[in-house]
């Protein structure tokens, strides 16, 4: 089976900085994403990373360590609308995505 | 671009009677478009895959015969939900495969369904 953790709920104030963290144990692997999804609503895509290190786009950045099986999203200057669930997700040999639980993050203002 | 559809975009149905719901890739062709479903405040579960032309390949734990999926095209794709019952309530979304990233899936809204 497919193993992908990461923590259920995280809050930070607004302008802050939150890192989310995701460790997978998976029977293949073609690369991690991170999907935001509001209540009700379909994901949206913000990162893939195939390669090791740090792929910034914006107030987001994502990281990869696929010899240590973790990742990270880095979300900066946290702003109301990033209240969200934000989901890790692994790409596997037969292109299937096995997603993690998904983290509520919390933006207070 | 990559634009994928779904409807409808809420149901609510009576227990027993079966449900019909669509996925469209509107401006690519998708090679590969799959189902899922997710219970509140959980994450998503893989239902299906359906490949156009050929038969669905079920997840584990999933009833062929109740979750009917065809994908008589290469841009629709349709999950039938047969003699629903009150458990089967939750949102199903549909993802395609076969835009200009090969890695890469695109996803639907989403279907509210509630049976009652």
């Known amino acids: 089976g497919q193993n992908i953790d990461q923590p259920t709920e995280m809050t930070a104030t607004e302008g802050a900085i939150v890192q989310i963290n995701c460790t997978y144990q998976t029977s293949g692997f073609n690369g991690l994403f991170w999907y935001q999804q509001h209540a009700g609503e379909a994901p949206t895509f913000l990162s893939y990373?195939?390669?090791?290190g740090l792929e910034e786009k914006g107030r987001f950045s994502s990281f990869l360590s696929r010899s240590k099986g973790y990742s990270y999203l880095l979300l900066k200057e946290l702003q109301m609308k990033d209240s969200a669930s934000y989901l890790c997700?692994?790409?596997?040999?037969?292109?299937?995505?096995?997603f993690g639980a998904g983290t509520t993050v919390t933006v207070r203002a | 671009g990559a634009v994928v559809s779904q409807h409808p975009s809420r149901v609510i149905c009576k227990s027993g009677t079966s449900v019909k719901i669509e996925c469209r890739s509107l401006?690519?062709?998708?090679?590969?478009m799959f189902w899922y479903r997710q219970f509140p405040k959980q994450s998503l579960m893989l239902m299906a895959t359906?490949?156009?032309?050929?038969?669905?390949?079920?997840e584990q734990g999933v009833e062929k015969d109740k979750f009917l999926i065809n994908h008589a095209s290469l841009t629709l794709s349709t999950l039938t939900v047969t003699s629903a019952h009150p458990e089967d309530s939750s949102f199903y979304i549909c993802s395609a495969r076969g835009g200009q990233d090969y890695y890469e899936q695109y996803f639907g809204p989403g279907t509210r369904l509630t049976v009652t």
């Open positions: 997700a692994v790409l596997l040999d037969d292109y299937k995505l096995s």
């Open positions: 359906s490949n156009e032309g050929s038969k669905a390949t079920y």
């Open positions: 401006d690519f062709q998708a090679t590969t």
């Open positions: 990373n195939v390669l090791d």
